[in-house]
């Protein structure tokens, strides 16, 4: 265990006892991620290159054979949320809201607990003992900037209680659980690129993934090791009409799949893209499949830069995705352009933002011997512009969910 791991751990540890009393059995972490490339894809049956995050969610952990379940954050105001295992049901810890009080939050970890009682692989259907937890959370993920801080409570939750109880998951498997808590129990409708990088990604590597048949490749991205950086920007602004443009971007693209006879976006070849469009009756729909299909193409660009060994060459594939969001999909943002836009001015290889668009974070890659620079040239544009100070930090491709304290 290296010093900042052995911090979390006593953190949790401490944590855990001032609230539930007792010892943890263990402590888990799921770490929050960013996107290297694939945006606006995963439901388009596309793909996506998501890479973990240092930042993570540990989960300390205790069995209880009452049936309850017990949670607690020390991220958000209020008390340990008490809750029946037998009595989870979507609707019943209520959604989120950004509230953060009233306990709202609990839903993510609570539907991890009713996903894996759903597939039948939570203890207590048996008549045997009821299975429950004492859940200490903590994180270190910036919550609600695109960082992915859902996922990791989501995937952390589940390492902790298959640690617990012996459940046997696969990373996929636990991926897949947790998209459905998330889907149905709290009822926010994301794709599956958010738990399966929390759930299975690998130090000094982006996961490449088909969203459609989740099949996974790790690619060597060691980013240090070629002297370069990654820097995170979170605008740390979210604008309000995310969710309601996200449906309809979504019910865009599934109506120009309709339109054009295929399943799903994905199935448009990058070669045919010119008579896919000429072949669209509605023009709304055009710019959306323009980008679908580009960005699934920049994925392939990617992978076969880093294949090569040509990190460096994959900055402008970036900036090219951002091009694509901004000007075709429309999920930008001003704070978001800025971003990009400073950074390429003052030397950084390639930026774009990341995740699903209007606020939250930006990537940009570039030299280490520039880093400093570019990051100072951002913050000044935004204090230029008005805006508030931005929060960065690097992006250091780490390792996926696991137990911390051994
Ligand atoms: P993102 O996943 O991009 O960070 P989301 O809106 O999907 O943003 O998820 C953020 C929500 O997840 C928070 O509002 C909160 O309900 C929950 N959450 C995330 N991390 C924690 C935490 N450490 N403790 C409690 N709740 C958390
Ligand atoms: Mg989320």
Wanted: aromatic share 4%; hydrophobic share 45%.
């Amino acid at each position: 265990m290296n010093a900042t791991a052995e911090a979390a751990v006593r953190q949790a540890v401490e944590g855990f006892r001032a609230v539930h009393g007792g010892e943890p059995a263990g402590v888990w972490a799921a770490p929050g991620r960013v996107n290297l490339i694939g945006e606006h894809t995963d439901y388009n049956d596309g793909f996506v290159m998501p890479l973990a995050l240092p930042h993570t969610t540990r989960v300390a952990a205790a069995r209880r054979d009452d049936g309850v379940l017990n949670v607690h954050s020390a991220d958000v105001p209020g008390d340990t949320v008490r809750l029946h295992v037998a009595k989870l049901a979507p609707g019943v810890v209520g959604g989120d809201g950004g509230d953060g009080g009233t306990g709202g939050w609990a839903a993510y970890p609570a539907g991890v607990v009713w996903a894996l009682r759903e597939a039948g692989v939570f203890p207590g259907e048996s008549g045997r003992a009821a299975g429950g937890a004492d859940l200490y959370v903590h994180s270190d993920v910036p919550a609600g900037a695109g960082l992915s801080s859902s996922a990791a409570l989501e995937v952390a939750t589940a390492v902790a209680l298959d640690g617990l109880y012996g459940l046997g998951l696969t990373p996929e498997r636990t991926a897949l659980l947790c998209r459905r808590a998330e889907n149905e129990f709290v009822g926010v409708p994301s794709g599956i690129m958010d738990q399966m990088a929390s759930a299975c990604c690998t130090a000094g590597h982006a996961l490449y993934l088909d969203t459609r048949d989740l099949t996974c490749r790790q690619v060597p991205f060691d980013l240090a090791a070629e002297g370069l950086r990654l820097l995170v920007v979170d605008t740390r602004v979210q604008h309000a009409l995310g969710d309601g443009e996200y449906a309809r971007r979504r019910a865009g693209c599934e109506a120009a799949a309709a339109a054009l006879g295929v399943r799903a976006l994905r199935d448009v070849p990058y070669g045919e893209l010119d008579s896919a469009l000429a072949r669209l009756a509605d023009p709304a729909l055009r710019p959306l499949v323009r980008h679908v299909v580009t960005e699934d193409q920049r994925v392939r660009e990617v992978i076969t830069r880093l294949d090569a060994g040509e990190t460096r060459a994959i900055g402008p594939v970036l900036t090219a995705g951002h091009a694509s969001l901004r000007d075709d999909f429309a999920v930008s943002c001003p704070e978001l352009d800025l971003v990009v836009e400073t950074a390429v001015a003052a030397g950084a290889l390639g930026a774009r933002m990341t995740g699903g668009g209007f606020g939250g974070s930006a990537i940009v890659l570039v030299e280490e011997a520039g880093a400093e620079e570019v990051g100072a040239a951002v913050t000044d544009a935004f204090a230029a512009a008005g805006h508030r100070a931005p929060r960065l930090f690097e992006a250091v491709p780490s390792e996926g969910a696991r137990r911390l304290d051994r």
